[in-house]
């Protein structure tokens, strides 16, 4: 069992918690991530790791609501428990001294880009983090990625924070007026396509970190299969991260739609569930 320790709602679908799992924060690398199953009846789903506290014994989990288990996980409270969580899983990111990096997180995947952050800076880089969300509310961990960074840039769809327009543009940017070493772009399947296009025309190289659907994170299921350079290979222990430039994006892309309507109806059935529980 692991205990929740803390939890804050970031945005109406976002939240983040603190939970006990010592073993894992005492190993946990930056790209890592666990899958955890709330209760017997759960499903299994995977989390990335977006901070340890190996003092504490404790992990950051930061997830976003789009089916019924991050919803069910929401609804949780300090105190409550989950059943399992495995990890870490996946192979780290390469942490070393690149010069200067180049770290984009759109929506959500900006709690992937912050353990990056961090670890970079660590070692010494000169990092320039980009963050990037629809609106204001939805630009998450900024005062972390700020701690973190030598520059941090921020857009937003609507412009209600930063600059307005897209996380490309703000690359381009960066591109224009000095020398980047290497780059990582964390967040929707589509944006990080967009990100690696970006990189590519500048000959920069590029990461990113893929989500698939994951069953049992070791690479027995097969449910995590993509397509790098020709070949195929398994996201929970081939990756998560893989070169941008060598992710076939329209296979991807394709197979992260593949249970959309499933997902939503699930989510629609557990939300009509909880108002006729407190009915």
Not at 127 to 143: F, R
Not at 176 to 181: D, K, L
Not at 234 to 263: H, L
């Amino acid at each position: 069992m692991y205990k929740i320790t803390k939890k804050v709602h970031l945005s109406k679908n976002e939240y983040d918690f603190w939970i006990e799992a010592p073993r894992i924060a005492a190993k946990a690398q930056p790209g890592q991530f666990v899958i955890l199953r709330i209760n017997e009846v759960g499903e299994r789903i995977p989390l990335t790791i977006a901070d340890t506290d190996p003092s504490s014994g404790s992990i950051r989990l930061v997830f976003q609501v789009i089916g019924k288990t991050t919803a069910e996980l929401g609804n949780l409270k300090v105190g409550d428990v989950i059943l399992d969580l495995t990890g870490p899983l996946g192979m780290p990111t390469e942490i070393k001294n690149y010069g200067t990096v180049m770290i984009v997180g759109g929506g959500v995947g900006i709690a992937a880009i912050f353990p990056i952050v961090k670890g970079l800076k660590k070692a010494g880089n000169r990092v320039i983090t980009i963050l990037g969300a629809k609106t204001a509310e939805l630009v998450i961990l900024q005062d972390e990625c700020r701690e973190y960074s030598d520059e941090l840039i921020i857009t937003t769809d609507d412009g209600t924070l930063g600059m307005k327009g897209l996380v490309t543009e703000a690359m381009e940017q960066v591109i224009a007026r000095e020398t980047v070493n290497c780059s990582w772009a964390i967040g929707p399947s589509i944006m990080m396509k967009f990100c690696t296009m970006t990189a590519t025309n500048h000959e920069l190289p590029i990461y990113v970190s893929l989500n698939p659907i994951m069953i049992d994170g070791t690479g027995m299921c097969g449910g995590c299969r993509v397509t790098i350079d020709g070949s195929i290979k398994f996201a929970c222990v081939d990756g998560p991260e893989f070169k941008g430039t060598e992710v076939n994006w329209e296979e991807f892309i394709s197979r992260m739609k593949q249970y959309k309507t499933e997902e939503e109806n699930s989510l629609t059935d557990y939300q009509k569930a909880q108002v006729g529980n407190h009915g």
